[in-house]
């Protein structure tokens, strides 16, 4: 598969669920309502209800597999970055802890994701929050000026996690920290679903072994990589040839 097309396979899929053109509600059987069912996935996630009711309703889409921000420790005055902000759910929730003299910054490469952000900011009177379209594999900011990374669920999705990595080490200030909620592998993964562009743009597909996450973490200058909290991932609709082998983690790493 070429990362090209990947990525522009993932990039229409999101600009799809961020207009919601696609649902992306493979597992409703409810009641179809998509506030309902993004906010029910995202309670799964993670997320507690006072989370979800504090921040934009239209942030919640339910994509992330974790809940990075409850474990990022974050202070007041704080400088974050999420990589692959979505619809803003963890800039907003971030923007709440580092208060007015902090910043929270999102970079998304999809640009109808960034447009929703943008709105979703401005609807909600947040100061201390600017998304920016770019590619987390060349981030559009300076060296050694963030004091946090988080991301949620976005890593598995690049074909080049290095070089992403190697971006999060770039921007970050020595001693600065990163918070990563992603799904990794436990055993073989059926080629067919593998190489299937759909697969990728659901974060399967792109998910790496967990032990080769964790070296590339490392690789990338990063010390004291930690796994925090760590899950057998499941979705209703999920292949069954998938069961036992997805794992959503938690993982903190420091420069
Ligand atoms: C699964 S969604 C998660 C969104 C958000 N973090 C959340 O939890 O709701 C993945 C997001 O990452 C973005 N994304 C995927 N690959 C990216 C890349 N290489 N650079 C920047 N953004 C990317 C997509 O556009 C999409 O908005």
Redesign the pocket.
């Known amino acids: 598969m070429k990362e090209k097309e990947i990525?522009e396979f993932?990039?229409d899929r999101?600009?799809k669920?961020?207009t919601k053109e696609d649902s992306h509600c493979s597992c409703c059987g409810g009641t179809g309502d998509l506030v309902e069912e993004a906010q029910k996935q995202a309670k799964a996630m993670g997320y507690s209800e006072e989370e979800i009711k504090s921040i934009p309703e239209d942030?919640?889409?339910?994509?992330?597999?974790g809940n990075p921000t409850a474990l990022a420790e974050l202070k007041k005055g704080e400088t974050v970055l999420?990589?692959?902000?979505?619809?803003g759910?963890?800039v907003f929730l971030a923007a709440q802890k580092v208060g007015e003299k902090g910043k929270v910054i999102g970079?998304?490469?999809?640009q109808e994701?960034v447009e929703t952000a943008v709105k979703n900011a401005e609807e909600g009177g947040y100061k201390n929050v600017e998304f920016k379209l770019?590619?987390?594999?060349d981030l559009p900011l300076q060296d050694n000026t963030i004091d946090v990374i988080i991301?949620?669920?976005?890593i598995n999705?690049?074909p080049n996690k290095s070089v992403?990595y190697g971006e999060a080490f770039r921007v970050l200030k020595p001693g600065g920290r990163i918070l990563v909620?992603d799904l990794v592998t436990d055993g073989k993964i059926p080629d067919e679903i593998r190489e299937s562009f759909q697969a990728w743009s659901e974060?399967i597909a792109g998910a790496m072994d967990k032990q080769d996450y964790l070296d590339t973490i490392k690789e990338a200058g990063f010390k004291d990589v930690e796994i925090l909290k760590a899950h057998y991932f499941t979705e209703p609709n999920m292949d069954p040839r998938l069961a036992g082998k997805i794992i959503s983690i938690q993982v903190k790493a420091l420069k």
Do not use: Q
């Open positions: 990525k993932v990039k999101y600009g669920i961020a942030a919640v889409f339910g994509l992330g597999c999420d990589l692959g902000s979505g619809g759910i963890d970079v998304d490469m999809t994701m770019g590619e987390i594999e991301s949620n669920c976005v999705l690049t992403a909620s974060c």
